[in-house]
């Protein structure tokens, strides 16, 4: 299986602050990654698809890069909304596999 | 809009099966996958398997299979995960969520079942 490392596993950050997550594959996913964002108590919500392309209805502050094994997660201009666990997840090789979830907190 | 609704919350008590419905509204059924995911408390995401409603295939991580059954029923535009031999570390909230028939990342998700196995 692969094995999705996502870094930090919390992160504090205030307002308006620009955070960045970082998700590494243990072997290359060409671009089939994907990350979420999870609130306490709900689903899952699609952010970003393919690295890079932002899921209808999705902020623009929002944006992802990277191919291969190395993919990053921007929020910029933090909002009290986006406070929450987000997660990166390859669809490249059976079984599908998810990081382990970054929580990004108020500082 | 699209919508995917599941069944709700169950105990079951250790060796049982509990078997979760998804029922997806506002798309064609039969055009993408349902996949189902888990979450224990307070941990992470787990991906399970797939069900494709065009075909009736499905495909399940290896470590359930044996104990999982998903299946999909286009009479009535339902999916359900079926899990059996159920153990203490089953207890999770079940998601099911849509993905498309080729690679790619789940759009829409159901709100989750949670099953809880205790005696």
């Known amino acids: 299986d692969i094995q999705m490392t996502q870094s930090p596993s919390s992160v504090s950050a205030s307002v308006g602050d620009r955070v960045t997550i970082t998700c590494r594959a243990n072997q290359g996913i060409n671009r089939y990654l994907a990350w979420y964002q999870q609130k306490p108590g709900k689903a899952p919500k699609l952010l970003i698809y393919?690295?890079?392309s932002l899921q209808s209805g999705v902020p623009s502050r929002f944006s992802g890069s990277g191919s291969g094994t190395d993919f990053t997660l921007t929020i910029n201009s933090l909002q009290p909304e986006d406070f929450a666990t987000y997660y990166c997840?390859?669809?490249?090789?059976?079984?599908?596999?998810f990081g382990q979830g970054t929580r990004v907190e108020i500082k | 809009q699209v919508q995917l609704v599941q069944s709700g919350a169950e105990v079951k008590k250790p060796g049982a099966s509990v078997k979760v419905s998804c029922k997806p509204s506002?798309?064609?059924?039969?055009?993408?996958?349902i996949h189902w995911v888990r979450q224990a408390p307070g941990q992470g995401l787990e991906w399970m398997g797939w069900s494709n409603p065009n075909s009736g295939s499905a495909k399940s991580a290896q470590r359930f299979q044996g104990r999982v059954t998903m299946t999909t029923d286009t009479s009535i535009r339902t999916a359900f995960m079926e899990l059996s031999g159920l153990r203490y570390d089953d207890t999770a909230i079940y998601f099911c969520a849509r993905g498309p028939l080729l690679v790619g990342a789940f759009d829409f998700w159901g709100q989750g079942t949670l099953i809880t196995v205790s005696s």
């Open positions: 393919d690295a890079s």
């Open positions: 997840q390859q669809a490249n090789n059976f079984p599908w596999t």
């Open positions: 506002g798309y064609a059924f039969t055009g993408y996958h």
